[in-house]
């Protein structure tokens, strides 16, 4: 079942086409580092300048020019659907041509963000092709960018684009590209005084898929001078390293990047820009009887990108808008990495997802596919037959009745596999019609008196966007269950309930209109964690407040991170898992001296989901070489340095993979396996 999910987490990803996140536009400036300060173009010149400024500078006379010569291949394969009637792999490609225009036209109405009006023009080569299908082939749709649509970008003065607004009739290509230009690219500087001196520096960026560690280096800030002129020069390299915090279904991500970046800060713009980037990802299955399947390449990547300046006040280019400032407040408006996806496209993604499956398909052959063995035949029905349900609303009624003829004949059948089946299939299809029916079955007094009922209704933590109505009939079960001291039933129920909470806190809750705050929905797991009267409630509430992610939870599940027991403090490490604050990683942080390596997995586990700031990683290896973890643990270690750290401090990784080497005595294959990586640092 894990591996289904993540597989469908995964081409979830591709089907909102948030893959085209991954390529790298141009943004003309820096984004907001952590602390204010000045950056030197010329660390050796008086008249030091602070860095920013360049990028404040928003000429309303001066029209920005930047040409885009930009590539990108990407391609998803898909294990469970292989040697099937259906594509194995998801595959998509762009190229681009053009001109980038930029106009400043003001500011917003905080008065600090400015506006600008972008453009394509002189577009030489356009196409924008996924599953084979080139989606701007139609003439109509590229002659009206050689039209030069314009739509509005609003910036802020350290550079991060803050928000696009578009026409209501602004081709929906248009609006997706936009948000491809001006989503991901950002060159984030470190601030702070000492920044005229620091050479390198790491942060992180938001990407479509997840946060990404970035290393800069300074390459040179030279000045040259001569008796007409002086020349400022600054240029920079990327590195993207790894990525944090991705979602399910994606592992171990391989990066190879390579960008530069030059700076003419007399321009008080780039020069150019140049980006190759490959990338790619195998995702492999924790459970011993899965296939072989499991571990092959599920994504892989590349992309180039070149941005050159061309010039300001280009009278060829000279801007004869439509849009006004007063008139921004009325265009449509978007946030930057908003996916734009038109009907026609969801429509023609989810019939290449169906593949022929139709109704009567299903009722005929859910049985065998619940009973089969074969979990790539299994994955395959599922990710067909739910897409099914999304093109087909209507066919979620017939599903409560599959399940109830079942459901009489077989009622005492412990763990029937077709009614799990069922059930998988309306949780993953997630559409309002699917919860409604997945309710309706829950609900039914028969279905209560089945074996494994409270396995079924765990299934409500797992739709994607709960609605209201969900929403409230999970709460009643939870309150139902505790009135009748049903235990079993209580704990799954408060279990889902977290993961709605952090639905909600997520923003994806459909609708935006439920019965009851996100704070009475958690007040009631608190209350629950309160009254526990046992262990097992505490830990069963403790998970229940870890999937809720709500920050205001750090401080109560603080309680039990000194508790006698270990295995509540191994839940509670477990429970700050999505709630990464200065508080929470200090409580983690603290954890590291835990005695128990149960606890200490835990902890680890956690530490690993949080931003792997350079500080992260010192701090790790420091409580590594004061000898406060435990070699029970070293494997999840040697897993943190290969991951986070090898790429970028490859000293520290050397010296954190020694000191496993030195300190192991019993795991004499995890030895050879450190010792085949240190190969790399001779």
């Not at 009622?411 to 019609?433: M, Q, S, V, Y």
């Not at 700031?613 to 943190?640: H, I, N, P, R």
Request: proline share 2%; net charge neutral.
């Amino acid at each position: 079942m894990n591996r289904f999910f993540k597989i469908t987490l995964l081409i979830l990803l591709v089907v909102s086409l948030s893959w085209l996140w991954w390529f790298k536009p141009w943004i003309p400036g820096v984004a907001d580092g952590s602390r204010d300060g000045d950056i030197d173009g010329d660390t050796t010149s008086n008249n030091q300048k602070n860095f920013e400024a360049y990028f404040q500078k928003w000429d309303s006379n001066t029209t920005y020019v930047y040409k885009i010569d930009w590539s990108s291949i990407q391609n998803n394969k898909i294990p469970s659907l292989e040697n099937t009637l259906s594509s194995s792999s998801l595959s998509g490609s762009l190229k681009l041509v053009a001109k980038l225009i930029l106009k400043p036209i003001g500011k917003s109405d905080n008065g600090k963000n400015i506006l600008l009006i972008a453009s394509l023009q002189d577009v030489e080569n356009i196409s924008y092709a996924l599953l084979g299908k080139d989606l701007i082939a139609d003439n109509k749709i590229k002659n009206e960018y050689v039209k030069y649509v314009e739509y509005v970008v609003e910036i802020e003065p350290k550079g991060r684009v803050v928000g696009l607004r578009f026409f209501s009739n602004t081709p929906e290509v248009t609006k997706q590209l936009a948000q491809f230009l001006f989503s991901e690219f950002q060159v984030i500087f470190p601030g702070g005084k000492e920044s005229d001196t620091v050479d390198s520096w790491s942060t992180n960026e938001l990407t479509g898929i997840g946060e990404a560690s970035i290393e800069y280096s300074k390459v040179s800030s030279s000045s040259s001078s001569s008796s007409s002129s002086s020349s400022q020069k600054l240029q920079l390299t990327k590195k993207r390293l790894s990525y944090n915090n991705l979602p399910q279904g994606q592992k171990d991500i391989k990066i190879v990047s390579d960008t530069k970046i030059d700076f003419d800060l007399n321009e008080n713009q780039i020069k150019e820009y140049i980006s190759s980037e490959s990338v790619s990802s195998s995702s492999s299955s924790s459970s011993s009887s899965s296939s072989s399947n499991d571990s092959k390449n599920l994504f892989s990547y590349q992309n180039e990108l070149k941005v050159h300046f061309i010039g300001k006040n280009l009278k060829e280019f000279q801007i004869k808008s439509k849009i006004t400032q007063g008139e921004v407040t009325s265009l449509e408006s978007r946030s930057p990495g908003e996916s734009v996806v038109s009907p026609e496209t969801v429509k023609y993604m989810l019939n290449q997802r169906v593949a022929g499956m139709t109704l009567s398909y299903l009722k005929s052959h859910y049985k065998n596919v619940a009973n089969t063995k074969i979990s790539v035949d299994r994955n395959r029905f599922v990710w067909q037959a739910t897409g099914l349900l999304i093109l087909h609303p209507e066919y979620a009624k017939e599903l409560v009745g599959i399940f109830k003829s079942n459901l009489n004949k077989n009622i005492n059948k412990g763990n029937a596999p077709d009614r799990a089946l069922i059930a998988d299939l309306l949780a993953n299809a997630g559409n309002t019609e699917s919860q409604k029916a997945l309710r309706e079955i829950l609900a039914d007094n028969e279905t209560k008196n089945v074996p494994e009922y409270n396995l079924l209704f765990q299934r409500m933590s797992i739709i994607k966007n709960p609605d209201a109505d969900s929403e409230r009939f999970v709460r009643d079960v939870l309150v139902e269950a505790k009135k009748n001291r049903n235990q079993s039933l209580e704990y799954s129920s408060a279990n889902s309930l977290g993961a709605i909470i952090n639905s909600k806190i997520a923003g994806s809750v459909a609708g935006n209109s439920t019965s009851s705050s996100i704070e009475s929905l958690n007040e009631e797991l608190i209350k629950g964690l309160n009254s526990a009267s046992d262990i097992k409630g505490q830990l069963a509430y403790l998970g229940a407040l870890g999937n809720a992610g709500l920050d205001k939870n750090v401080d109560v599940i603080k309680n039990y991170t000194h508790d006698n027991n270990p295995l509540l403090r191994s839940a509670a490490a477990q429970a700050l898992r999505k709630t990464e604050s200065e508080n929470s990683r200090q409580i983690i942080k603290e954890m590291f001296a835990d005695n128990d390596p149960n606890v200490q997995r835990a902890v680890i586990e956690t530490y690993m989901r949080y931003k792997q700031t350079v500080e992260a990683k010192e701090y790790f290896a420091q409580a590594l070489f004061a000898g406060k973890v435990k070699s029970d643990v070293f494997g999840l270690v040697v897993k943190y340095v290969e991951n986070n750290v090898s790429i970028n401090d490859p000293k520290m990784a050397k010296e954190m993979l020694e000191y496993v080497l030195n300190n192991e005595s019993k795991d004499t294959e995890l030895k050879a396996y450190v010792n085949t990586l240190l190969q790399a640092y001779k």
